[in-house]
T-cell receptor, first 114, second 112 residues
Framework: GAVVSQHPSRVICKSGTSVKIECRSLDFQATTMFWYRQFPKQSLMLMATSNEGSKATYEQGVEKDKFLINHASLTLSTLTVTSAHPEDSSFYIC??????????FGPGTRLTVL | GQQLNQSPQSMFIQEGEDVSMNCTSSSIFNTWLWYKQEPGEGPVLLIALYKAGELTSNGRLTAQFGITRKDSFLNISASIPSDVGIYFCAGQPVSGTYKYIFGTGTRLKVLA
């Protein structure tokens, strides 16, 4: 299957700071990437769809000014959690799809906001 | 956000037993995917289904795309301890977008 990487795998930050998470497709180009959030013992909740060269599409209830998404190239999407607060602590996972293929997930980034 | 109904929520089984879990929806889906997630990691794709009625196997795993296109099941035969994890279904709605909706997950524990 296709390989998707995420960086960092784990980050701890102080409340009020911003954190950037990178998602890369390593062996294919992805015009669309997806960002999910997963709280402990819960399922994956789609936050937004990241589109290369255009604005991201956010799911209902997700603040676009708080979760900034940039899909600058066909292999890289970034999620920036701005002014992070403890309630933003979660497991953030990205996924990407080769054209006409299934979604492949990154290994996830665990964010802890103190 | 929208989620699929997945059951059971959790299962405790003896090693060697067969396992069955399913996902249902009120909506029609184009594609069903089954993933396994282990603690602290991203989901790993197990099986992909593209046509109603399709039955696909991957080793000891077998999954089917329901005829009505509103459900799917995953079977694991002769379970082993490393089958432990959370299994998620994901469906792609017939809405024209490329996003997937995830099931609530089935937590599997295998007792040796």
């Amino acid at each position: 299957g296709a390989v998707v990487s995420q960086h960092p795998s784990r980050v701890i930050c102080k409340s009020g700071t911003s954190v950037k998470i990178e998602c890369r497709s390593l062996d294919f180009q992805a015009t669309t990437m997806f960002w999910y959030r997963q709280f402990p013992k819960q399922s994956l909740m789609l936050m937004a769809t990241s589109n290369e060269g255009s604005k991201a599409t956010y799911e209902q209830g997700v603040e676009k000014d708080k979760f900034l998404i940039n899909h600058a190239s066909l292999t890289l999407s970034t999620l920036t959690v701005t002014s992070a607060h403890p309630e933003d602590s979660s497991f953030y996972i990205c996924s990407a799809s080769p054209p006409e293929d299934e979604q492949f997930f990154g290994p996830g980034t665990r964010l802890t906001v103190l | 956000g929208q989620q699929l109904n997945q059951s059971p929520q959790s299962m405790f089984i003896q090693e060697g037993e067969d396992v069955s879990m399913n996902c249902t929806s009120s909506s029609i889906f184009n594609t069903w995917l089954w993933y396994k997630q282990e603690p602290g990691e991203g989901p790993v794709l197990l099986i992909a289904l593209y046509k109603a009625g399709e039955l696909t196997s991957n080793g000891r795993l077998t999954a089917q795309f329901g005829i009505t296109r509103k459900d799917s099941f995953l079977n694991i035969s002769a379970s082993i301890p490393s089958d432990v994890g959370i299994y998620f279904c994901a469906g792609q709605p017939v809405s024209g977008t490329y996003k997937y909706i995830f099931g609530t997950g089935t937590r599997l524990k295998v007792l040796a």
